[in-house]
């Protein structure tokens, strides 16, 4: 291939076929490497998808989607309590559904890569990067894993991932620190022969889908993380994500945790009777902006995970937007280098630049302090809080023979206790307001 092309991506998932797709369509001569059998043969992921920017990209038409999302739900769980805040607005039942679907990777990516081949994009799969060809420092190429597998280019965008082995192998990142990673462990589940089994359990009617997410130990013991349950058109995942420190550290593995989650009394009548078709587990980028590396090198850019770009604080769990968004704009910035016939760090500033001005990095810096916030917090917020939240309701709705007055003052107790008094909750709503 040496010489074909101007720019090689290392990785078709949602960066690198975003990255591929923009500059095909500049007129560029662009290959993608990717090690699996096929685009997203190899990706794990909850998830929705989230596509406002991929909408712009695509005839999104034709895109293979399951279920648009009409209702989120988030659980805390306790041992066996839980209580929930659930939220389904019409709009989200019409046209463009809030841009949030439910998809399975491995037909969404290989679709996503096939508008950039149909672009003029050439796609090589079973085929892995082993590492960067560098010459005075600057990125002229990949080695791969096949004989004579040496590709050069003026441009290589790395957009491998999570587990970015490659850009850790050049140095062009530091190996990502323990507590900055999740790891997630997902299964997608089926119901044999029961039609419409998906459609009464998540109370849904046509294409409409669910995004539940479960926090507190009912959800992953007293690790830092949580679970989710999101519904395809006729499958359901369900999975766990937390610290790898704490996976380390527990006495369960996370097939056990995720288990554990499944038989909780909130979570199994909703999997009951599921047979599993597919197991997967996967490590999440956590450590938010200030774990972004420096995002262009000479001759090279790294986007998506692969450059930590995921906002996961609780309530918002985003990476594919802004590996979609991150790839669009380090694209960009390479069609403009290219014209002016530089390959220098600095002819793809333009690259950062764009990112600063975009919702990635403006989101990413609003919630920079959440996880050290969170891990102070760690007990009240996984275990004190949902056990308040359950006993305070239980109080709330006693039916004896006491008046209403006694139950109220009971439920205030028992959370005004958990949360350290009037002051403890104004510090803590003051603390998160951010989040909310
Ligand atoms: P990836 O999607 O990981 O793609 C990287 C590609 O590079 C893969 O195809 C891989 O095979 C290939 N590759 C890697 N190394 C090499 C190599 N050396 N040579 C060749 N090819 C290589 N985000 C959301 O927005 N919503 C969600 O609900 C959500 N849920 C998630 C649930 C789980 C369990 C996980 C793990 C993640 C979730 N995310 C979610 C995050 C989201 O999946 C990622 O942010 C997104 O997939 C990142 O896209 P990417 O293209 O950067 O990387």
Redesign the pocket.
């Known amino acids: 291939y040496d010489d074909q092309f101007d720019a090689i991506v ?8 975003a990255a591929a797709l923009t500059m095909a369509s500049r007129g560029l001569e662009v290959l993608i ?4 059998s096929s ?12 596509t406002p920017t991929i909408r712009e990209l695509t005839e999104f038409d034709d895109a293979p989607l399951e279920r648009y999302v009409a209702e989120r739900r988030f659980s805390m769980l306790s041992r066996d309590d839980e209580t929930a805040v659930s939220l389904r607005p019409g709009e989200w039942h019409r046209e463009p559904h809030n841009d949030s679907y439910t998809v399975l ?1 491995g037909e969404f ?1 290989e679709w996503f890569a096939e508008q950039a081949v149909e672009a003029g994009a050439t796609l090589v799969t079973e ?4 590492g960067l060809v560098r010459e005075r420092g600057r990125i002229v190429g990949v080695e ?1 894993d096949r004989p004579d597998g040496t590709i050069r280019a003026p441009y290589v965008v790395l ?8 850009s850790e192998g050049a140095n062009l990142k530091p190996t990502e620190s323990r507590e900055n990673v999740a790891v ?3 299964e997608v589940l089926e119901f044999p022969d029961r039609e419409g089994v998906i459609e009464d359990r998540f109370r849904l009617v046509d294409d409409a889908g669910v ?1 539940y997410h479960y926090f507190g130990e009912g959800a992953v013991g007293d690790a830092f993380g949580g679970g ?1 349950i ?1 519904t395809n058109e006729e499958t359901v995942s369900v ?1 766990v ?1 937390y610290r790898i420190e704490d996976a380390v550290a527990a006495d369960q593995s996370p097939e056990e945790t995720l288990n554990a989650f499944k038989t909780h009394p909130a979570v199994a009548p909703l999997v009951r009777d599921a047979r599993t078709v597919e197991y ?1 587990a ?3 980028p956590e450590g938010g902006a200030e774990s972004v590396p420096d995002l262009v090198h000479d001759g090279g850019v790294i ?4 450059a930590g ?2 906002l996961n604080n609780g309530v918002h ?7 979609v968004e ?2 669009y704009h380090a694209a960009r910035a390479i069609a403009r280098a290219a014209d002016r016939g530089r390959t220098d760090a600095a002819a793809l500033r333009a690259y950062p630049e764009a990112l600063e001005q975009s919702f990635v990095v403006q989101n990413l810096e609003r919630y920079a302090w959440l996880m050290d916030a969170v891990e102070a917090d760690r007990d009240l917020l996984f275990e004190e809080l949902p056990r308040a939240f359950a006993d305070a309701g239980t109080e709330y709705f006693r039916m004896d023979r006491q008046p209403k007055e006694v139950h109220a003052d009971d439920a205030k107790d028992v959370v005004l206790d958990a949360l350290g008094g009037w002051t403890g909750a104004a510090k803590l709503a003051l603390r998160y307001r951010k989040v909310v």
Do not use: C, H, Q
């Open positions: 290392v990785g078709a998932g949602l960066a690198g076929s490497v990717e090690r699996g685009p997203g043969a190899k990706n794990v992921f909850g998830g929705v998808l989230y990777r990516d085929t892995t990067v082993t791969t957009a491998e991932g999570g587990n970015s082995l490659v997630a462990v997902k995004s989710f999101y999975g994500a997967s996967k490590t999440i986007v998506g995970d692969a770009l995921v769990l985003e990476g594919t937007n802004m590996a991150s790839g």
